[in-house]
């Protein structure tokens, strides 16, 4: 009889891999979500919800600190979410000493807080009080997100002296934003106003933004599908449950806020046209003349290449750096990624201790 062999090659099944996949999916779907350990630190400032946290460089190389500005849409811990995957952490490993604001969770009583306050009553003070804390001449100033926005309009409001600037995944023209064409010519035309809802909430329920963030990404199943077939990759799950945590961990938002983010940037889109005003000054991006690097990736899921690239054209610096880097928007700052991004233009703009 004539002996036929297939010509299809079956994986074996490993056993003791697919159990330890299952086990880990099953654990991730019914444990508490993980606590978060961050990098040593001391809260040195607060107001309101809002802390200024203090992460000492084990070996300080410059005397210039960084001041780290994270979205008031989004927890600031994904800054310093892991040991390994830690912008902080990276950050003072490299001789940084850091300075995070952490903005909190406004309450009721905060609904009234506006872009102006996070800006002048917030942001400008927290930088001052990190200068007469660690005894600097200057600091760098780095803006992730929104967070990159308002210290796009800090720099170019105040004179503090900020050294050099960093502008990560920022929106500055939000005439390209991600959110569908029809919202934004319905909020162009008033046909589409979020002011009564932000009136009837008076502060933003998490929940709200939280759908937002998920729908601006179309609900993307990547994730759950990378866990699927990785979760036998311990490291891989302890990472992704991070993830996890994170984006499933929502902020409330001030109603006053909104409103105006709502009206001025995606309405009439006034940052980029220079008619954004904060305590009654109007926002001139041409005064910004420090040292600037702005930072966009490839997978931007949330801000888009178009959004941040005007800043380039509208500041005065005669240094300023422009760099595109292989990551998405949250996966730059969870793999700590974006501390390795800066360093090598931030080190030459630092003062180095001898």
């Not at 978060?36 to 300080?60: D, F, M, N, Q």
């Not at 009206?263 to 040292?291: A, H, P, R, T």
Request: with cysteine; glycine share 6%.
């Amino acid at each position: 009889m004539m002996e036929v062999k297939s010509l299809v090659n079956i994986p074996v099944l490993n056993l003791e891999s697919e159990k330890k996949r299952w086990n880990n999916i099953y654990k991730v779907l019914s444990e508490p979500k993980p606590d978060i350990e961050s990098t040593p630190r001391k809260a040195v400032w607060k107001k309101g919800k809002a802390v200024l946290w203090y992460h000492a460089a084990p070996e300080k190389k410059y005397s210039t600190p960084l001041f780290l500005v994270y979205s008031l849409l989004n927890k600031a811990y994904i800054l310093d979410i892991s040991e390994e995957g830690s912008v902080v952490g990276n950050l003072t490993k490299q001789g940084y000493d850091v300075y995070l604001l952490d903005w909190g969770l406004p309450g009721l009583e905060d609904k009234d807080l506006t872009l102006d306050n996070y800006l002048t009553d917030y942001l400008e003070i927290a930088v001052k009080r990190a200068i007469r804390h660690s005894g600097a001449k200057e600091i760098s100033l780095v803006g992730y997100c929104i967070g990159g926005m308002l210290s796009a309009m800090l720099t170019s409001l105040t004179d503090l002296p900020i050294k050099n600037l960093i502008l990560a995944a920022v929106p500055i023209d939000y005439s390209n934003a991600i959110i569908p064409n029809k919202w934004v010519k319905a909020l162009q035309n008033g046909t589409l106003n979020f002011d009564r809802f932000a009136d009837a909430y008076e502060v933003i329920p998490s929940e709200f933004l939280y759908s937002i963030f998920m729908a601006l990404q179309g609900f993307n199943v990547g994730p759950t599908v990378n866990l699927v077939t990785r979760a036998h990759d311990q490291k891989y799950v302890d990472k992704w449950r991070n993830m996890d945590k994170w984006m499933k961990d929502a902020v409330t938002f001030s109603g006053a806020a909104f409103k105006q983010m709502m009206n001025d940037l995606y309405k009439d889109n006034k940052l980029v046209k220079g008619e954004m005003k904060i305590g009654g000054q109007k926002v001139d991006l041409s005064n910004i003349k420090c040292s600037t690097l702005v930072i966009t990736s490839t997978r931007d899921e949330l801000v888009l290449e178009s959004q941040s690239l005007p800043i380039m054209d509208l500041i005065s610096s005669e240094d300023k750096t422009y760099q595109h880097v292989e990551a998405g928007h949250v996966s730059l700052c969870l793999t700590g990624q974006f501390a390795f991004a800066i360093d090598p233009w931030l080190s030459t703009r630092s003062t180095r201790l001898i």
